[in-house]
């Protein structure tokens, strides 16, 4: 829904979008023991989920949304 309304910059919904996969198959990975629950492989693939965090919070506290949005069809 921020992608395409456009609310907040494109980088910050593109890497949420990039990184959730990556966490679900950090996930999968783990609960199949192909690698413990704290390790570098596991926290890697969750930093992309952790900027976007980040970077979502510290936007919005700052700018906020954009005022003025396309519409969405």
Do not use: H
Not at 8 to 37: E, K, Y
Request: aromatic share 8%; glycine share 10%.
């Amino acid at each position: 829904m921020m992608y395409r309304s456009r609310l907040v910059p494109r980088v910050i919904p593109t890497v949420g979008l990039l990184g959730a996969p990556l966490i679900i198959m950090s996930a999968t990975v783990t609960m199949l023991g192909g690698w413990d629950q704290v390790s570098i492989a596991g926290s890697l693939c969750a930093l992309p989920i952790a900027l976007w965090e980040f970077s979502l919070g510290v936007w919005l506290t700052v700018k906020g949304f954009r005022p003025t949005t396309p519409d969405i069809d």
